[in-house]
């Protein structure tokens, strides 16, 4: 017997034995609807995929966002941030309201699927105490039967004895018996009349006798007949009840489990009706919030076109200024090559003279020439360890939506990470930078490779050195944040009479 817990009402079926297959998808089916009203696995995947995928673009953002002002960078950040959390927000809402949608139709199936259980129950509990009823009454009248068979087989062995008692005093007597005598009221036959008619008596008497056992034979008969009937009909009857128990009890366990699953349905339905309101609070809210950001962004976005503005007008007012240092310094330079070259064709001319003196006094004299001047050169050493986390170059800006020119190496290093010299030179400008680079030093490499060199280092955190020369690899400053950056590192920069070159060709 299937136990009450597994069984399920089939809907196209009476109510009975429920088949397996109704059993097994009802059963499904209300998993299905627990599973996905209380947030279950169908979908998960997909979403915590989604988020993974927006962290990691969020982070490559960031990264992007490096040399970008922190309140643009976080309230892009936020938005996109938002916008994904939007995305997913309203699969949650479409999901939900599904989820609500097929717990109602459940719910609805079930209660139906109840009543028709109810209802079976009832009709099989009707059945049950109809046969109960009419087996009772089958029963009395066995017992009825029964009684009168006996009482029939009473008098029929009544009867039996006086005819057997009276055809033996026939037989054996040719004269009346005393006790019929008697019972006649004749003492004794006095005459032929007399004895005639007494005879015709007992021959009458003879008769009755034999009638009466005739009828209570048949009556027997009868009787055993009616009986057997009856007998059978009670084992009719009783195989009935004991078929209309079992179909009672199975109704009854299959309405039990009928109402337990409408009520779980009704509860799920419940659960997905808050679940799929809390989607749509929680949907609504964010975007609410995208709204905000938006406009937050904007403002932000105002902001930094300024500060661009700024930044770039400073970087025309930084390389005006370093192009006049390399024309100076060019001009220092071929002043200094004339000086250095007019120096060695000296020094040559007293070396020949020499010579040629030794020479005329017979001895001998090795002139020393002087090296040829040298114009500059030698590669940079690495200002910070640090891995590059941005090339020099053209950069997408997400926010901005524009191409521009990433001037330098970013160097990611801890904040606090000691900044050196990339090479020897002088100390052009150190302090705060109000265009975006924070703490800046510049450093005037003179002229190398036939350009003024100019290395920059910004975002410091502090600096070591403010003013005069320095030597390959002293103490600058330190790795920070400052100015427009979203996080620790160095952004080191080369120019090269003013203009703005890739460092690793010097490095």
Not at 215 to 227: D, F, K, M, P
Not at 441 to 457: E, F, K, N, P, Q
Request: hydrophobic share 40%; glycine share 8%.
């Amino acid at each position: 017997m299937i136990p009450p817990q597994a069984r399920v009402l089939p809907a196209s079926r009476s109510v009975g034995a429920p088949s397996h297959r109704a059993r097994r998808a009802a059963c499904v089916a209300l998993l299905l609807v627990a599973t996905t009203a209380l947030g279950g696995p169908a979908g998960a995947d997909s979403i915590e995929d989604q988020k993974r995928d927006t962290d990691r673009d969020v982070a490559r953002l960031q990264q992007g966002l490096r040399d970008t002002g922190v309140d643009l960078a976080a309230a892009y950040s936020a938005l996109r941030s938002t916008e994904a959390r939007l995305g997913r927000a309203q699969q949650q809402v479409t999901r939900a309201q599904t989820v609500l949608g097929v717990s109602i139709e459940a719910a609805r199936s079930a209660l139906d699927v109840q009543k028709r259980a109810q209802e079976a129950e009832r009709g099989a509990k009707a059945r049950y105490e109809d046969v109960t009823q009419r087996l009772a009454e089958a029963v009395a009248r066995q017992q009825r039967a029964t009684e009168k068979r006996s009482l029939d087989a009473g008098r029929l062995a009544a009867s039996q004895d006086a005819l057997d008692a009276y055809a033996a005093e026939v037989f054996q007597s040719a004269e009346p018996s005393r006790q019929l005598s008697l019972l006649l009221g004749l003492s004794s036959p006095q005459s032929v009349p007399e004895r005639t008619a007494m005879a015709d008596i007992a021959g009458q008497i003879g008769a009755d006798a034999i009638d009466q056992v005739s009828a209570a034979v048949s009556e027997g008969r009868s009787a055993q007949a009616y009986l057997s009937a009856v007998a059978g009909e009670v084992r009719s009857l009783r195989g009935q009840a004991g078929r209309s128990w079992r179909q009672s009890q199975d109704a009854t366990r299959t309405a039990v489990f009928a109402a337990t699953q409408a009520e779980t349905a009704r509860r799920n339905a419940t659960t997905a009706r808050v679940n799929a309101a809390a989607a749509q609070t929680s949907l609504e809210g964010l975007r609410s919030t995208q709204t905000r950001q938006t406009r937050e962004l904007a403002v932000r976005k105002a902001q930094e076109e300024r500060q661009l503005a700024a930044k770039q007008a400073d970087a025309r007012r930084l390389g005006a200024v370093l192009a006049e240092r390399a024309r100076l310094a060019r001009i220092a330079e071929q002043r200094r090559q004339v000086a250095l070259a007019a120096a060695r064709a000296e020094k040559i001319r007293a070396e020949k003279a020499k010579e040629a003196a030794a020479r005329r006094q017979g001895k001998t004299y090795r002139p020393s020439i002087p090296p040829v001047p040298s114009t500059g050169g030698g590669a940079l050493t690495r200002p910070v360890e640090g891995t590059v986390t941005s090339p020099f170059g053209m950069r997408w800006h997400p926010v901005l939506q524009r191409w521009m020119l990433h001037d330098g190496l970013d160097i990611a290093a801890a904040c606090g990470t000691p900044v050196y010299a990339a090479a020897d030179g002088q100390i052009v400008q150190a302090g705060w930078n109000s265009s975006g680079w924070g703490n800046q030093v510049l450093v005037d490499h003179g002229i190398r490779r036939g350009v003024d060199l100019v290395t920059s280092y910004n975002h410091l955190s502090r600096i070591a050195r403010f003013t005069g020369p320095v030597r390959r690899g002293q103490l600058i400053g330190y790795v920070g944040t400052t100015g427009f950056s979203t996080g620790c590192h160095l952004h080191f920069g080369t120019y090269e009479d003013g203009r703005p070159v890739n460092p690793g060709s010097w490095l």
